[in-house]
């Protein structure tokens, strides 16, 4: 019973650089989310999608692109990285409504 | 209008003590608000929810009270363990929005 799973656990990335944030569940879930969690910030919502097909922006979507091409699947794509994004990035899925979010166990990325 | 304002930023707690941890609203369109409990290295994990329409919930040793005047819920720990230590998250969501909005986190202790 996997859940949500992340890869990769831990990455450090040079400023520029670019990279994909692998989420994968297997409970068919419509809802998918990305958030990132810095220290006293709580969690923000980066994108979402309600479907395959479907994405909308979060609260911080700014140098982040998601896409949902099928049911399982939701990668979080980085470009052009910079020290702002170093953070602890989260992937959850629900079935929507007050359903309750599952989360992956994060993907800690540094830019240095 | 979409925050929810999470107090104490921290909190240090006796074992067999209550922990309360508050949280205050401005949008009154919010109608469903989850606790998530997150321990080192994992993702947050549904702990306890409520609705507007009941003042109080109870699971086991966790206890939502919610004051629907004055926008504020709290979570309850009553007899707080060891295990018990981990960040809280209280979260809020519009009926009409597809995401939640998390409170910023409580980091508790429960000394032995």
């Known amino acids: 019973n996997a859940g949500v799973t992340q890869t990769p656990k831990f990455r450090i990335l040079k400023i520029g650089q670019s990279m994909t944030l692998q989420c994968a569940q297997d409970?068919?879930?419509?809802?998918m989310y990305w958030y990132r969690q810095d220290p006293g910030m709580g969690l923000k919502l980066i994108y979402y999608?309600?479907?395959?097909?479907?994405?909308d922006k979060g609260e911080v979507p700014n140098g982040y692109n998601v896409s949902r091409s099928t049911t399982e699947d939701f990668p979080l794509r980085l470009e052009l990285a910079a020290p702002s994004q170093t953070s602890v990035y989260f992937c959850?899925?629900?079935?929507?409504?007050?359903?309750?979010?599952?989360f992956g166990e994060g993907s800690r990325l540094t830019v240095l | 209008q979409q925050q929810v304002k999470q107090s104490p930023q921290s909190l240090i707690v006796q074992k067999g003590g209550i922990s309360i941890i508050n949280c205050a609203y401005e949008?009154?369109?919010?109608?469903?608000f989850p606790w998530y409990q997150q321990f080192p290295g994992k993702g947050p994990a549904l702990l306890i929810a409520i609705r507007p329409d009941v003042s109080e919930k109870k699971e086991g040793r966790f206890t939502i009270s919610f004051n629907k005047s004055a926008k504020q819920f709290s979570l309850h720990i009553m007899d707080s363990q060891p295990g018990d230590s981990a960040t809280y998250f209280c979260a809020a969501r519009p009926g009409s929005a597809r995401q939640l909005t998390f409170g910023s986190g409580t980091q508790l202790t429960v000394l032995p």
């Open positions: 949008n009154t369109a919010f109608d469903y």
């Open positions: 409970m068919n879930h419509n809802y």
């Open positions: 959850a899925s629900g079935t929507g409504g007050a359903g309750e979010l599952f």
């Open positions: 999608s309600v479907g395959a097909g479907i994405t």
